[in-house]
């Protein structure tokens, strides 16, 4: 990427500001600059602009990295999913449309009622509005990303999980209690997650990373949770409301998601 003439020239200066001359070079291109020693404030404030004017640079002539600006995500590979790939399991006995809603923007709205059935008549389990994201995997680094929303009032409800483990169903839930993200049903200590999660959207990110067997939680893009995996050799995620019987739950549980992706690196 060519470097603008104002920031050559910016570049130029600042650096000349604190000698008699100088050659800057730029592809073939060389540029001299001639400026007299400046005062000794000058200089000061020179070396003061000099950290701005390189975090400028490096913005400018590494766009690539720049725009994905991403620590967490740089290094995968975003998954291809296709609507179909996102399935949504509910109460056996409503309709879809009682349960779930696409709302403007992509957003995924779930909810589901204390007494509700389970998924199927012969499944066991609480109530449950979920969404399973169709894409199993049993080896590697994968990467769930989403932004959640949970109303004031819900309670007891789990909001996303990696299922599938070796002596266990799941791998990871989080769960919602009295406005606190929990790993699983811990509500003290080193268990919270976030102590404030409702009404806002908040960005989620897990890394379960398979061989190494540990997930890792960050919440904003801040790192605030990682623990051992459980084994298991078939794995995929899940995001919605499921009720919990640990800590009691509330009537009613929803939880709203959009921009949700999958990543994966080797």
Same mark, same amino acid.
């Given at each position: 990427?060519?470097?603008?003439?104002?920031?050559?020239?910016?570049?130029?200066? @600042?650096?000349?500001?604190?000698?008699?001359?100088?050659?800057?070079?730029?592809?073939?291109?060389?540029?001299?600059?001639?400026?007299?020693? #400046?005062?000794?404030?000058?200089?000061?404030?020179?070396?003061?602009?000099?950290?701005?004017?390189?975090?400028?640079?490096?913005?400018?002539?590494?766009?690539?990295?720049?725009?994905?600006?991403?620590?967490?995500?740089?290094?995968?590979?975003?998954?291809?999913?296709?609507?179909?790939?996102?399935?949504?399991?509910?109460?056996?006995?409503?309709?879809?449309?009682?349960?779930?809603?696409?709302? #403007?923007?992509?957003?995924?709205?779930?909810?589901?009622?204390?007494?509700?059935?389970?998924?199927?008549?012969?499944?066991?389990?609480?109530?449950?509005?979920?969404?399973?994201?169709?894409?199993?995997?049993?080896?590697? +680094?994968?990467?769930?990303?989403?932004?959640?929303?949970?109303?004031?009032?819900?309670?007891?409800?789990?909001?996303?999980?990696?299922?599938?483990?070796?002596?266990?169903?799941?791998?990871?839930?989080?769960?919602?209690?009295?406005?606190?993200?929990?790993?699983?049903?811990?509500?003290?200590?080193?268990?919270?997650?976030?102590?404030?999660?409702?009404?806002?959207?908040?960005?989620?990110?897990?890394?379960?990373?398979?061989?190494?067997?540990? @997930?890792?939680?960050? +919440?904003?893009?801040?790192?605030?949770?990682?623990?051992?995996?459980?084994?298991?050799?078939?794995?995929?995620?899940?995001?919605? @409301?499921?009720?919990?019987?640990?800590?009691?739950?509330?009537?009613?549980?929803?939880?709203?998601?959009?921009? +949700?992706?999958?990543?994966?690196?080797?």
């Amino acid at each position: 990427m060519e470097m603008p003439p104002w920031l050559l020239h910016l570049y130029i200066h @600042v650096h000349s500001c604190s000698a008699t001359a100088g050659r800057f070079s730029k592809g073939r291109e060389t540029y001299t600059s001639s400026f007299e020693m #400046a005062p000794p404030g000058m200089v000061l404030l020179s070396m003061a602009w000099r950290p701005l004017l390189l975090v400028l640079l490096l913005l400018l002539l590494c766009p690539d990295r720049g725009a994905a600006g991403d620590h967490l995500t740089y290094g995968f590979t975003a998954v291809n999913l296709s609507e179909a790939q996102f399935k949504v399991q509910k109460p056996y006995d409503v309709p879809l449309a009682d349960r779930y809603e696409l709302l #403007a923007g992509g957003v995924r709205r779930m909810w589901v009622f204390a007494t509700d059935k389970p998924i199927s008549n012969t499944h066991p389990g609480g109530p449950r509005t979920e969404t399973k994201i169709e894409l199993v995997y049993s080896s590697g +680094v994968w990467q769930f990303e989403g932004y959640g929303y949970v109303p004031c009032g819900t309670s007891g409800a789990s909001v996303m999980q990696i299922f599938g483990a070796a002596e266990h169903a799941t791998t990871l839930m989080l769960h919602v209690y009295g406005g606190r993200l929990t790993y699983y049903h811990h509500v003290f200590g080193t268990g919270i997650v976030d102590g404030g999660i409702y009404d806002r959207w908040f960005r989620l990110n897990v890394v379960h990373d398979v061989g190494a067997s540990n @997930v890792t939680v960050f +919440v904003d893009g801040v790192r605030r949770l990682t623990v051992p995996g459980r084994g298991g050799d078939s794995h995929y995620f899940k995001f919605g @409301v499921y009720g919990q019987s640990h800590n009691g739950m509330s009537y009613r549980m929803e939880s709203r998601w959009r921009d +949700v992706k999958v990543f994966t690196k080797c």
